[in-house]
Structure formats: structure tokens, C-alpha cells
């Protein structure tokens, strides 16, 4: 039978009677994706036919109409008649029609579900969102299609995106693969479900999900509820996984360090608390607990501990108590970054060298370079080199110095007071004893002793249960001294920081209250330090009404920092104080608003944030605002670094050069260490704008991206390195623009080249003390001072493996790459001074023609030969000369293949690397670490492994051996000494 060339007769068909109708609208249906434009021509005779309530086969219509608008591109009208077909339109279908039209209907039904979550939560929205049931039928088909096909993760998508909670709980419990499927659900749930309250159903689900599993993954479980904010729940699965096995009691402590990392202090606070009250009641006998009992099913064990294993559960509930105060974590890493500091102290000489001596902000910046440079290092060997060069710094300059020791000895908690006593209030050294007293011939200041106390609470950032007490105390003592005021106000937010502890608020609240600029400035933005995160709403009155009241820019300024941190993390729920502070006739609350949407809203990516950011970034009248709009954009992409590059493009090259700072401030926070490539090309060219503010925003951003980045694996580093140096050498180059060169290289090698800035931590989750530090860093274009929160941003680098009994012992792993892709940079030489090149001796014009004459009149007259022995000797110079020369020849001669040998002989690179415990370890080094399964000791953490890590001995009866700590620096939980008395740094140096 000949192929048909036409649909013509079957068109014809379609004005006879019913059943004719019915049989060409078959006939159609077959040929419409051949012949499609000409069916179109009769499109409104089936129209009609579905149109016409008599026609009982009008679904068939609908589907031939359907698929003639589908080819001629009119989707709308294609899904309308598509709804129409009913059961006629199958989902299972593998066409490009079916395919392209249930995409559509997918789309259409999360948007219609999104419109209907949010007209539910806002009552003046009265708009109508019922769905059509047609469309919810179509949609379920496809969820029955993905479950039949073993397709689950789509399935899962699909319902994270519909906030069909119903569906996310049916896609998992029907996959075959429940663990891996629930790993995969945490990882969208962050990325791709951008409610937080949804996001928080669903990881309900999860956890409910893997109590029913044999052997959950107990740090996913974990990890979920310190989302949910649910501290009871964690201390329960602690407290019944420390008193099983050893094993079970590893895993315990492994998520104990965990929360250091991934936990606010006010959260690890709350678990302890949960801790002390179930141990105190677990020796009365029961499974029962106070806390869900989903939880408690999951580990429900049918065996009571014995009497003679009591001991041993009490030894390890201390043990994780311990760890709990984050003691543990901050002593390992004050080891690891002072025993392995490779900071290049021929940098800071170069730099001290190259700056003018009278130029103060170019002194202030080399001293915060320093800072942080050394950051937690407690290396300050630079300051005490130089004190006569250090004694130049004056007023709020020293105030900067005193505070920067508290960056270079953070994390020094019990040495914190004895290192600070000589700088402190009277008041603060009669607290401790143990301190100094000040050096002879240092006069006491308010700005030391306001930098001191400031200091003070860096040391005990996000750590500052022991300190607060005394923090307040000096807060109360300077009543009349505004200058320690700002200091203990600043000190106290650090050291408070997220506690929400009202005591502490309302002390600062009465600093603020006093109306004075410099104190009331840091006492709003340390209101909003101790309350971060939560969302107070005394808070939030008093301090938004506050900032209407005073006339102080700088109070308002910091109160407007102090409502943004207030509403961290808060996403949706900030949106009302951001519609408030959007619309204020005040540009300093405006400003406000503006880090209240990116600490709100960070890494999340939200589109409806970023829309109101990049609107009054080129809208609002006032440049800050704008800048601040710009830089933002980091924060809310700090999880999505790729994106960055491509949104703020476009404003890296606006007329205006407030924007264009602002994104070089996003580029370096949502890019920070990840050597982007796309981000370095939009900023190199920054560095020589025309504008000195901006070439400095470029160069610290440039420092913040590259930091620990190798040249073998970023060529461009070196280059960045040098730049830096040209621009501090150069006498011409403006002040602020040579200040951030001078920033930049401290932060590029922060820390001894062993930390790095990482907002969000391995296991997904933000981290607070990073965001916060990098958002009042970005202050300082108001206030230098405030460089030093950038310290809260620094993060170690390393892998520091502990055994059961908290000490670290001998072990290796592997690190399959090169290691010149993660090495340290090389150190600068130092100049070396060329001899100098001897200069030609310069013969004049009557010389000339007088030996000219001599030797023309040699020449007429006779000469008489003389023998051969008499002959004049060469002088010895010459002769050595010669020698010298010819010596050096064959030496040349002989040399040359030697070195050809050498070159031969040179072996290659090796392609993996052996790490010793505890190593240094950069994040994108992580994905080559391997560790061997026959080792005696192997992590009990599966999956990525970074940071601190427990290690169960698979030998525990053989002896072990054990890395020797730091004596009287990280007081780490090893004993040992070290053997290597050059490494004792001196005293902290006393400006005067």
C-alpha cells in the first residue's frame, strides 16, 4: 500500500455523522505529527467537536487539537486541550509530545502550589489558587510513572519542589535504596527547597525515616536536627550512643566535635544542659525519655548496662562533655596552627620597609596584616623585632595593635587574661593575678585598655562562657570612659556571640542608652552579636526605635548592623523587618536593610532576594545603599560561587564606583578560596580602575579567593603576589588603595598559610561565626578596628585523627595528587645587593694624541732585537688574570655536562603523598585523601573526612604511639614536650 501523502480525505470525514467523525479523528490522531500543517488549516472543526457537549468522543478532539497547537508552538492552548483529552492524554507515553507537555504541567503545578503556601501564610492575600483537577490527575500519574519506572529521585524532586510532603515520605520509603536515598534528600533539601519551614518538614520526614533503619548514619541524623534547632534530640542519641560499645561511644564524640563546627555555642550549650539532666536520671532504669520518641525507637536497646560498666559510662559522658565545651577543638587547632605556621616574616620587613614612616594608615594597616597574618598562631615575633617602629602607633592606632593580639592569640583561652593582664583596666589585672604587670615606663591609656578588652573577647570568640562575666564587670566599671566602653562592648558581642543571653543585651542596651557616638556605636552592633539569630523582637523595637531617636550616624550605623545580625539565618521570617527598613526615609537603615537581606537569606540563593538587591542596586539615591545591595549578592551565593561571576559582571563595569566596589566584595565573599577563575578575570582588571577604594576592594578580594591556592594549580597567584608588592612599593600609588594591598597580603597567607575562609562547613551548614565575621569585616570602610572580626572567618585547614582516649597518635594517609598542587608558597628572598660592574677609565683628548705621537715617533725610529730570555715578565696581575680566566673556562667546560647529567637524573614529581597525623589539608586537596582499609586506624566517620576525626584502632592491644604536643602553646590533650627550644616566642610586645 502506497504511503499517504495527504490528510485531506480524513478531514473531509469530519462533516459526517458521529461515528465517521470518530473513526477520522482516530485516523488523525496517527498522522497528526506528520501532517500537522495541514490539519491546522481544520483545527476549529475539532475545536468544535470538543466544544460540543453532544460529541461523545470529544476527548479524542481534544487531543488531536491539542497536538496541532503543540507543533505549531502555541503551548498554552496545546495543555489546555491536553487537560481536556483526560485519561486520552497518557503520561506514560515516551513522546516528544507527551514529554514536553507534562514538563509544562509540572511547572504550572509548583507554581500554582507555591501561590497557594504563600496565600495561606499571608491573610491580605485573597487571590484564588485552586488547582485544577485535571492538572493535580495528570501530575500524580507522573509521580505513579516515576515510582513504576524506579525513578525516585525525580519523583523526589518533584515533590520538594511541589511541597508535596506526602510524596517526598512515599519517594522514599518505596526506593530500594533507603540510605542513600535519604543522603540524597538532605543535599536537595538544602540546595533546591528554599522555604524554611517546608525545608523543616521535610527534615522531619528524614529523621523519622531513619529511626526505622537498622544502623542509621547517626552524623546525618545529627546533622538534621541541628536544622531543626532540636538540641534535646541530639542529646538523647548521645547519651545512649556513649554508653553502648566503644565503638558506638567513638561516634559519639566524633559528633560531639561536629557541632563545634557546625553548631552555635548557645546550641552545644542547650545539648549539654539535655546531657546533665538524662544522665542524672538514667541511673532510675528506663528507655523512657523526655525527648521524641521517634528518637527513642532508634535506638532502643533490650539489654540494661551493667553495675561494673557504670564507671565507664560516667568516664565517657565527661569525655564528651569536654569536647561539648569546644575546649578540645580550640586546643587541637592552637597546636596544629602554632607547630605548622609558615608565615614569611621577609614580607612583613618589605612592607614596613616601603611604607612612608609618617603615613599612619599604611602603619595601621602593616599592624593588621600582622594580625592576621599570625591568626591563632600566638606567634608575634614581627611586633617584638620592631617595638621602636611599634611605638609610633597613637590613640585608636593602639587601640588596634592591643586588639590585634587578640586575632594572633586566639583561641588561647587560658592564657588570654595572663597575656593581656599588662594592657588591662586596674580593675582587670587585679582579676588576674597571673598576669604581668606593665612594663616599665608604659603608661596606662583607655585605648590600650579598650583595645585589651577587646582582644580579650576575640580570644574567646563564640567561646566566652568563662569570660563574659568579666567582660561585663569592665563594661560596668567604665562609666566614664567611652573609649574602653567601645572595647568591652565589642569584646563582650564576640565573646557572647549567639548566646541570646538578655543580662548581657540589657547591659549594652544601657551603654547604648548614654547616647555617646563611639560607645553607642559598638554597643548596637554588639546588641546584635549576643542576639544573632533570634529574631527578638524586643530586640528588634527597641533597637529600630532607638535608630529613629538618636542623631548619631554612628550609632545608627551600628544599630542598623545589629538588626541584620538579629534576623540571621531567619529567612522568610525577616521579610517584614526588611519591607520596614526598605522603605525608611533614613539611608543608614536602608543600608541596614540591605545586610539584613543577605544575612537572612545567606546561601541560600534565593531569587526573590536577589531581585530586591539588584533593584536598589541601581535605584537607590544614596551610594552606600547601593554598594551595599552589591555586596550582598556574595552572602545570599555564597553556596552557588559559580553564579557570582556571571550576576555581578555587568556592575563590575558601572559608571559608578560605589557599585563597582560593592562587587568586588561579592565576588571575594561568595568566591573565598575557591580560586575561581572567572572571578580573578572580572577583578584583575579592577585592581588599576581609576578609583583608589575600588583598586582596594579588587586586591583583598583577589587575596580572600586565592588564599592557600598553590601556583602549580593557579599560575595567576604569583603574579597576584606581586602585584600586591608593586603597589605597596609604589610612592605614587594613593593611601587606600596601597592600604588594601597591604590587607591583602596578610590575608592571602592568614593564619601561617594553614587556614582558610569557608562560609558554609563540610556537612552543609552555614558557618555563623565565618558569616558574620566576613559581614562586620566588610565595616571597616567605616571603622579600621573592625578588620579584626575577620579572624572569626578563618577556618584550619588540617586532619587531626585522635584515638578513644582523645590523644593523636602516629598514623599516615594518602593524598593522591601532586604536591606541588597544595604546597606552600615559596618564601621571598631577600634582595640581594649586586656588586658594582667597574666603570671604563676615562682617557681625554690630550692623552689620545700624545700616545698617538709617542708611538708614531716609535715607529721611524730603529729598533734593536733583544733575546727572547730578557724579555719583559707579564705582571702577575695579568697573569693571574689569565690563569682565572682559563681556569674558569675549563671549569665552564667541564661543568656543563655535569649539569646536563644532573637535569637527567632529575626524577619527576611523584603523583601521591604520604601524610603524617596531624597533616595540613586544603579544601580542594580534600577529594584526592585516601586512607587504607588494612591501617591499624581508620576513621569512624564515613564519607568525607576533614577536621577533626576519631579513629578506631583495629589493634588495640598493641602499643600505640603518640604525636608529641606543643609544650606551653596549644595545650593540647597529648603529653609531650618539644624538644626544639628555638621555637619560644618571646613576650607580647608593649607599644607605648
Known sequence: MPPLTSAASFLALLDEEDEIKYIA???????VDEFWAEIASDVQKIEQLY???????????????SKVYYHLGESEESMNFALGAGSLFDVTGKTEYVETLVSKFIDNYIKLRLEQADSSSSSSNNKDTTIDPRLERIVMGMFNRCFEEGEYKQALGIAMESRRLDKVEESLTKSSDLPQMLEYAIEICKDVVKNRDFRHSVLRVIVKLYQTMKEPDYTKVVSCLIFLSDSSSVASILDKLVRKSEEQALIAYQIAFDLYDNS????????TKHLSSSS??????????????????????KTTPSSSSTDEDEARMSKLKHILTAETSINLHLDFLYQN??????ILKNIKNAIEPRNSVCHSATIFSNAIMHAGTTRDTFLSENLDWLRRATNWAKFSVIAGQGVIHKGHLKEGLTLLGPYLPASGQAAAPAAAAAPAGTSSSPYSEGGALYALGIIHANHGEEITEYLSKALAQAVDDEIVQHGACLGLGVAAMATGNDLVYEELKTVMFTDGAVAGEAAGLAMGLVMLGTASSKALDEMVAYAHETQHEKIIRGLAMGIALVMYGREEGADTVIEQLLIDKDPLLRYGAMYTIGLAYCGTGNNGAIRKLLHVAVSDVNDDVRRAAVANLGFLLSRQPARCPKMVALLCESYNPYVRHGATIALGVSCAASASKEAIELLEPLTSDPVDYVRQGAMISLSMILIQAAKASEP?????????EEKIKNKHEEVMSKFGAIIASGIIDAGGRNVTISLHSRSGHENMAAVVGLAVFTQFWYWFPLIHFISLALTPTAIIGLNKDLLIPKFQFKSNAKP???AYPPEVKPPTTAAPSKVSTAVLSYSRNTTAAAAASAKASPTVAKPAISSAKPSSKSTSATESKDKDKDMMDTDKPVEEKEKKKKEPEPTSEVK??????????????????????????????????????????????LVASTSGKGNSSNTGTNNNSSDNEPDAPVPS
Not at 552555635?264 to 545539648?271: A, D, E, L, P, T
Not at 605556621?341 to 621577609?346: I, M, R, Y
Request: negative net charge.
Open 25 to 31: 479523528l482516530q485516523k488523525l490522531d496517527g498522522l
Open 716 to 724: 595567576k597567584v604569583e603574579s597576584v603576589r606581586k602585584l600586591f
Open 820 to 822: 606541588s598542587l597544595f
Open 341 to 346: 605556621s609558615k608565615s614569611d616574616l621577609a
Open 280 to 301: 542524672s536520671s538514667s541511673s532510675s532504669s528506663s528507655t523512657s525519655s523526655s525527648t521524641d520518641s521517634s528518637v527513642d525507637r532508634m535506638e532502643e536497646d
Open 916 to 961: 603524617e597525623n596531624p597533616a595540613r589539608v586544603t579544601l580542594t586537596q580534600l577529594q584526592h585523601i585516601s586512607f587504607d582499609p588494612s591501617s591499624r586506624y581508620i576513621p569512624v566517620k564515613q564519607g568525607e573526612v576533614f577536621g577533626i576525626v576519631l579513629l578506631k584502632d583495629t589493634k588495640p592491644g598493641e602499643k600505640e604511639e
Open 51 to 65: 466544544e460540543d457537549d453532544t460529541f461523545p468522543h470529544k476527548e479524542l478532539a481534544a487531543l488531536v487539537a
Open 264 to 271: 552555635s555555642q548557645q546550641f552545644r550549650q542547650n545539648v
